[in-house]
């Protein structure tokens, strides 16, 4: 059984210091079924401190309109996007259920290790982010033996989710996504990426390291993406 308790930790990242208050990761991801979700906690511009709790969730986090939406862009590259991924920001993920009152199932929340990673708009116009409280056009990509690069899990806006009454993001000039990585574990230390956006426009992340199980890799011929 999980404990109720959260704790208050404090990390230094880059440019902010961030203060998370959270239960203690106690798993790792198992298969990239569970690999789909990429939480987002904070969506503003960079401070000192930067302080989160509870992921963004509808019906809990307020929803701002937005009447400059239909200016923003809808085309991502390394020109108005820049995703780093910080491993040592060691954090927990983690997922929740809800009972139908709406209260949360405590005993069922599982709780992942994690890394902190932001998305900063480098650009000078607002970007639109796609719909949901998590980041909505982001996938992994991991090297496998031969060193292919391959795709792990599915961007949130591939797998046909009703997003219909889910918020929209954007993303102002400056401002940062913080979100958060779950970490896989197994004996096979590998190269790991995150890459977000759609069709061509993809942006990457900076290269780090995760501990993989190579049956991730099982079929991987069918996901191999173009280097």
């Not at 079924?33 to 986090?61: A, C, E, L, N, Q």
């Amino acid at each position: 059984m999980n404990s109720n308790n959260p704790e208050l930790a404090i990390f230094k990242g880059k440019g902010f210091i961030l203060a998370d208050t959270n239960q203690r990761a106690t798993e790792y991801l198992q298969d990239p079924v569970h690999d789909i979700d990429f939480p987002i906690y904070y969506i503003g511009p960079i401070k000192d401190t930067i302080s989160i709790s509870r992921r963004y969730w509808r019906g809990r986090t307020p929803v701002k309109f937005w009447p400059e939406k239909f200016a923003a862009g809808r085309i991502y590259s390394d020109m108005n996007l820049r995703i780093e991924v910080d491993t040592t920001l060691a954090v927990n993920s983690p997922v929740e259920y809800i009972h139908k009152d709406g209260k949360l199932k405590l005993d069922s929340t599982r709780n992942y290790y994690a890394s902190v990673f932001t998305i900063r708009n480098i650009s000078d116009s607002i970007v639109w982010m796609g719909r949901t409280f998590s980041v909505y056009f982001l996938h992994r990509e991991l090297k496998d033996k031969p060193g292919h690069w391959v795709r792990v899990g599915e961007n949130i806006s591939d797998i046909g989710i009703c997003a219909t009454h889910e918020p929209e993001i954007f993303l102002k000039p400056g401002e940062i996504i913080l979100s958060k990585v779950r970490h896989y574990k197994g004996p096979f230390v590998t190269d790991c990426r995150l890459v977000f956006g759609k069709n061509n426009h993809l942006v990457y992340s900076n290269i780090f390291k995760e501990s993989v199980d190579e049956r991730i890799f099982q079929n991987a011929s069918k996901n191999y993406v173009n280097e």
